[in-house]
């Protein structure tokens, strides 16, 4: 378990990271992972609630697949959140299947409500959740021919549901691309800079070997104000 506590926007921000203890099955490891988090987010005086974020990381797509569904039977209700994950074997230190990375915030205001907002029909991820003056969007994604396809296809997207949240491109303070490591980064930000006109502060590339589906190139979150 690797915890951060970060000050970012005036506001504090707790990031949690990790990996599975191998046991009997990916199901029972993933709750495992979720309750030494939950355990962690208690001593610092918050719960699964608090969650804004989570990306699930996983060796293998069967592993992602049960990951994933055990996480959605987790954070129900009031901890429903954004989310993406990915399959990248390297990104694993141990002999764990399933890692979790959580990002929680502790609100300024104890009162402060946190709202989830569903695809129509709603799907295991939300759309975006918005908390304390912030919105976080899920990672989206296409099954597209190309890599500039699937970016022409996302980013509008992206742009609606910004709008739909009352925020917009100028009000980004991180967008984080999962990019396949087939694809080029210097074509990813020709790409970006061809669709997106706004300065954002915090673009981030990390690269992985897969996602949800197969076909996908590319998987982009997004982090603005309201």
Same mark, same amino acid.
């Given at each position: 378990m690797r915890t951060s506590v970060v000050s970012w926007l005036g506001k504090e921000f707790v990031a949690l990271s990790c990996e599975g203890h191998p046991g009997p099955?990916?199901?029972?490891?993933?709750?495992?992972?979720? !309750?030494r988090i939950e355990d962690e987010l208690h001593a610092l005086g918050?719960?699964?609630?608090?969650?804004v974020r989570t990306r699930?990381?996983?060796?293998?797509r069967a592993s992602r697949?049960?990951?994933?569904?055990? !996480?959605?039977q987790t954070l129900l209700g009031p901890a429903r959140s954004a989310s993406s994950s990915f399959i990248a074997p390297s990104f694993f230190e141990s002999d764990a299947r399933v890692a979790i990375e959580l990002l929680a915030l502790r609100p300024a205001e104890s009162g402060a409500s946190k709202t989830a907002r569903e695809y129509e029909p709603p799907i295991?991820?939300?759309?975006?959740?918005t908390y304390?003056?912030?919105?976080?969007?899920?990672?989206?994604?296409?099954?597209?021919?190309?890599?500039?396809?699937q970016i022409a296809d996302i980013l509008p997207r992206i742009t609606e549901s910004l709008q739909d949240a009352g925020s917009s491109w100028e009000k980004?303070?991180?967008?984080?691309?999962?990019?396949?490591?087939?694809?080029?980064?210097?074509?990813?930000?020709?790409?970006?800079?061809q669709h997106v006109d706004a300065d954002v502060p915090q673009l981030e590339v990390s690269f992985v070997d897969g996602y949800s589906t197969e076909g996908k190139l590319i998987e982009i979150e997004t982090t603005a104000r309201l």
């Open positions: 099955s990916v199901a029972e490891e993933t709750r495992d992972v979720f !309750r918050l719960s699964l609630a608090n969650t699930l990381w996983a060796r293998d697949d049960e990951g994933s569904k055990q !996480r959605a295991v991820p939300v759309r975006y959740c304390d003056g912030m919105v976080f969007l899920s990672g989206v994604t296409a099954v597209l021919p190309s890599l500039g396809d980004v303070e991180r967008v984080s691309c999962y990019l396949h490591r087939t694809q080029s980064l210097a074509d990813l930000k020709h790409l970006f800079s």
